[in-house]
Nanobody
Framework: QVQVVEFGGGLVQAGGSLRLSCAAS????????LGWFRQAPGKEREFVAA????????YYADSVKGRFTLSKDSAKNTVYLQMNSVKPEDTAVYYC???????????????????WGQGTQVTVSS
């Protein structure tokens, strides 16, 4: 089993920056992807970014490419989502999720992830 916990949400002005953290614990060696998803009020959950746990490859949704950056502190088993040039449309609850190896679906498919955090609210004011 793997547990993931998000930190770092809050209120930020448009154009500003915010960093979210996702700390993983438990059998982290079983992880293949660590993903970020978000859900705005009245909207479906959407993929934001994904990080391959061991290799360190990164993938981003078109809506955040060039503005958001993933990184990892291996000593802390923590993945960071640096959010720059934020926009009001980035307002959502952000979820961190872990996906074990061996699943065949595209990394952007939320249902392919097994371990979810409780979510952290990000609000961008205009």
């Amino acid at each position: 089993q793997v547990q993931v916990v998000e930190f770092g949400g809050g209120l930020v002005q448009a154009g500003g920056s915010l960093r979210l953290s996702c700390a993983a614990s438990g059998r982290t060696s079983s992880l293949y992807y660590l993903g970020w998803f978000r859900q705005a009020p009245g909207k479906e959950r959407e993929f934001v970014a994904a990080f391959t746990w061991s290799v360190g490859s990164t993938y981003y949704a078109d809506s955040v490419k060039g503005r958001f950056t993933l990184s990892k502190d291996s000593a802390k088993n923590t993945v960071y989502l640096q959010m720059n040039s934020v926009k009001p449309e980035d307002t959502a609850v952000y979820y961190c999720a872990g996906r074990p190896a061996g699943r065949l679906y595209h990394y952007s498919i939320g249902s392919s992830y097994a371990y979810w955090g409780q979510g952290t609210q990000v609000t961008v004011s205009s």
